[in-house]
């Protein structure tokens, strides 16, 4: 009933479907379904957690821990179509969810394979970064040089929002900065984006390889761009770093006990990566690209279904499509 960010803000993260006897807190509401025969309390959460932004959110009221009174969330209208229609949708939709929940299962294992594979790699010869490619951070500037829109003189930008947790980089933010010193580095089709500073001791060394969409871009102070003395490298740095034994050194060594972590470049040179060659060099780079094939499959499928469920649930909750009757023969099988 309390909002979950607070500080004036309203907002409900999850409505939550519990079975069974529990106790409920002072800040939550257990909502009971009166008439099990019109209602299904399943379907109530559905619809209650597919339109909480419009429907609840709106209710809540106050300046700095924003609430919803049990009053306001009596008033929550609910569009209720036959129990049979009810049902039908709860069975529907608890079938997807099991589609997104298993797919979401193999991008889980996929990446715990992938990291096991990285760390059980074991090859004859090692070498220092600091011989393999060159390594520069980003300029930094104020708020105020930003702009999410191109103007004259600007520049694309990778910013530390560019670079969330996982593999890929995420161009959603885009930004455009006027102004940057003529020696500051930009991207290449085989340079390695790595996060040099963070709050998140964690982040610090996370790597990214980047799209052809970015080739020419800078990056902030809070990131490094290592670009590689030989093209044909660019993807066995960027496994070796992404080694998780390599991401853990990376991330302790960071200095700065409080605030912002900060990993040295004159540190990076030393670190020592795993380098194979020949052969092994293509067995181990070819079981890598596959691996990451299955992640990303496995995200796109997630990331679909879970579109199909909203969209799903749009047209069934509102009415405008109906699930035939002649569905029921498949729940019962």
């Known amino acids: 009933m309390v909002s979950s960010t607070g500080h004036g803000h309203a907002s409900l993260k999850r409505v939550h479907y519990a079975n069974g006897k529990f106790a409920v807190a002072n800040i939550v509401t257990a909502c009971e379904v009166k008439n099990p025969a019109k209602s299904s309390t399943r379907f109530l959460h559905i619809y209650l957690q597919h339109y909480k932004d419009e429907l609840i959110v709106p209710r809540m009221q106050g300046t700095a821990n924003v609430s919803l009174s049990q009053r306001e969330l009596s008033q929550v209208p609910v569009r209720l179509p036959a129990l049979d229609e009810q049902l039908r949708i709860v069975n529907l939709i608890g079938a997807v969810d099991q589609a997104v929940e298993a797919s979401e299962t193999r991008f889980t294992a996929s990446n715990q394979l992938l990291n096991e594979y990285l760390e059980g790699a074991d090859f004859s010869q090692r070498r220092p970064l600091g011989e393999l490619a060159s390594m520069r951070s980003g300029p930094s500037w104020k708020a105020a040089n930003e702009s999410s829109v191109p103007a004259p003189g600007g520049e694309s930008v990778l910013g530390i929002t560019n670079t969330p947790p996982g593999r890929e980089l ?9 102004g940057l010193p003529k020696s500051t580095k930009r991207v290449t089709p085989t340079s390695i984006v790595m996060i040099r500073t963070n709050g998140n001791r964690a982040r610090i060394g996370n790597v990214y390889r980047p799209s052809p969409e970015i080739e020419g871009f800078a990056v902030s102070a809070f990131q490094i761009i290592i670009q590689p003395t030989d093209p044909a490298d660019s993807a066995i740095i960027y496994w070796a770093l992404s080694r998780p034994s390599i991401q853990r050194m990376m991330s302790e060594s960071a200095s700065g006990s409080t605030g912002l972590g900060n990993i040295a470049i004159g540190w990076l040179r030393q670190l020592s990566l795993p ?14 690209e596959a691996m990451l094939d299955a992640i990303k499959a496995a995200d796109e499928t997630s990331r679909s279904l879970r579109t199909v469920r909203s969209e799903l649930l749009s047209a069934l909750l509102s009415g405008a499509h109906r699930i035939p009757e002649t569905y029921d023969e498949l729940m019962g099988a």
């Open 275 to 288: 380098y194979p060659t020949g052969e092994e060099r293509e067995i181990f780079l070819g079981t890598c």
């Open 170 to 178: 995420d161009l959603s933010n885009r930004k455009y900065v006027s």
